[in-house]
């Protein structure tokens, strides 16, 4: 079993949906990231969580520390937020360096 | 302000050949990655760095060689290319390892045939 499990693994949705993507992981952690992954193939940071609520324009990142679980959310969707999101999680029991990540979430988002 | 700087973006090996991926970062992080994306799965790391001069092996490092001789540069050496090194690799950079957001290069496609 991964470390770090996504879910779903793709997603369709119409645009103006609220969306979300999961995040289910079975380690201790230091924190949790949430990156996307364009059609071009960059990456780009969107969320670092170590507990609670973050928000920054239609994206909300929760997590739950209890229940090792994080959730994505896009409000008002748009063919723009079309991308692999990806969670990852700092392990308090890993070296430094390492990241888990889980294997993303491919959204598409129909006009 | 270029941020995470990789080169080549686009390389073909052959079996056997070397070649170093080149990465820059211009936002004075002590902490850079190397990490390789297969198809399906998620990012594997290579090798990382906490700061010039010191560089550690991650999950993945068999194949390939670091250095990081300057703050700003962490060139990630293929040594004996094989088809297995077939793959996407990503230089990242962060300020800070537990707290840090991450900065990463736009990825470098290697195959090898």
């Known amino acids: 079993k991964n470390e770090v499990e996504q879910s779903p693994q793709n997603l369709t949705a119409q645009e103006g949906e609220f969306i979300t993507i999961n995040c289910s992981y079975s380690?201790?952690?230091?924190?949790l990231h949430w990156l996307q992954q364009h059609p071009g193939g960059g990456i780009v940071s969107l969320f670092m969580?170590?507990?609670g609520k973050k928000k920054h324009g239609r994206l909300i990142a929760t997590i739950n520390i209890q229940e090792k679980h994080s959730s994505l959310h896009i409000t008002a969707s748009h063919p723009r937020d079309s991308a692999v999101y990806i969670c990852?999680?700092?392990?308090?029991?890993?070296?430094?360096?390492?990241?888990?990540f889980g294997k993303g979430t491919k959204l598409s988002v129909k006009p | 302000n270029a941020g995470v700087t990789q080169t080549p973006k686009f390389r073909i090996l052959k079996i056997g050949q070397s070649m170093t991926l080149q990465c820059t970062q211009d936002?004075?992080?002590?902490?850079m990655y190397w990490y390789r994306q297969d198809p399906g799965m998620g990012l594997k790391l290579i090798y990382y760095s906490v700061g010039a001069g010191i560089t550690d092996k991650g999950e993945v490092p068999n194949g390939y060689n670091v250095s990081r001789s300057t703050t700003e540069d962490f060139p990630l050496r293929l040594e004996l290319a094989a088809p297995s090194q077939t793959s996407v690799y990503f230089c990242?950079?962060?300020?800070?390892?537990?707290?840090?957001?991450?900065?990463f290069g736009e990825g470098s496609r290697l195959t090898v045939l």
């Open positions: 969580l170590s507990s």
């Open positions: 936002m004075n992080h002590n902490y």
């Open positions: 990242a950079s962060s300020y800070r390892v537990i707290t840090g957001e991450l900065f």
């Open positions: 380690v201790g952690i230091s924190a």
């Open positions: 990852a999680v700092r392990s308090d029991g890993g070296s430094q360096g390492n990241l888990i």
